[in-house]
């Protein structure tokens, strides 16, 4: 079975700027879930889809926003980036419900 | 709202030393542990998680953990290191009826000298 796909893996973007982050998720799972890890910090829930719907959300702004496609491959939307959006974004799919979670490797972004 | 702190950040051993690795979360009710590991460019591997049942749990490569429901915490355990386990490990919480969130803590970093 393939794992939870990322892309790209590495990404440097301007301030200002909006980014699209991409992920395919494990056969067999119907549910994405995104997380942001800054520097020396344990990820942080984003947000989660299921049925092309957010269903959860952290405590982010609006401007980080996604989708969910009927493959359920996931994509997470970046507006108006700031320093701090610096981080590594992790994808994490799962089955409805369950706790296996597969986690891709992540997009590295760098905003300057 | 649910919060996880690993106390120690930076751990040094050397090769065959014990490991124990602090992990304790702060609200209660029914959860659901987990540890998770990330070698240098690679992504969250699962080493174990605890839903109920014995409180002692083994994982993947020689570790464990016990749940103290008393003490809310999970603690990481492996009896002797190797330094292949050089690594980040995080451990994480979700709350039952809450499938949709992990919290994690900080990580602790592993780091296992020849």
């Known amino acids: 079975e393939t794992g939870v796909t990322q892309s790209p893996t590495h990404l440097i973007k301007t301030r200002g700027q909006q980014v699209t982050l991409r992920c395919s998720s494990q056969?067999?799972?119907?549910?994405v879930s995104w997380y942001q890890q800054a520097l020396g910090q344990g990820p942080q829930f984003i947000f989660q889809?299921?049925?092309?719907?957010?269903?959860g959300r952290g405590n982010f702004p609006p401007r980080f926003s996604g989708l969910q496609f009927p493959n359920y491959s996931s994509e997470l939307n970046v507006n108006a980036l700031e320093l701090d959006d610096s981080a590594l974004y992790l994808c994490?799919?799962?089955?409805?419900?369950?706790?296996?979670?597969?986690f891709g490797s992540g997009t590295r972004l760098t905003v300057v | 709202a649910q919060s996880v702190s690993q106390h120690n950040h930076h751990v040094i051993l050397s090769e065959a030393a014990s490991l124990e690795l602090g992990c304790n979360y702060s609200?209660?009710?029914?959860?659901?542990l987990f540890w998770y590991v990330q070698y240098p460019g690679q992504h969250l591997q699962l080493l174990l998680k605890?839903?109920?049942?014995?409180?002692l749990v083994k994982g993947i490569k020689g570790f464990e953990a016990e749940f103290i429901k008393s003490k809310f915490s999970f603690n990481l355990r492996k009896p002797s290191v190797q330094w292949s386990d050089t690594a980040e490990y995080f451990c994480?919480?979700?709350?039952?009826?809450?499938?949709?969130?992990?919290?994690f803590g900080t990580g602790t970093r592993l780091q296992v000298t020849l």
């Open positions: 056969s067999g799972h119907n549910t």
């Open positions: 889809y299921y049925r092309e719907e957010e269903n």
């Open positions: 609200y209660g009710g029914t959860v659901n």
């Open positions: 605890y839903f109920s049942g014995d409180p």
């Open positions: 994490a799919s799962s089955v409805q419900g369950g706790y296996g979670y597969t």
């Open positions: 994480a919480v979700t709350n039952t009826g809450t499938a949709s969130k992990l919290t």
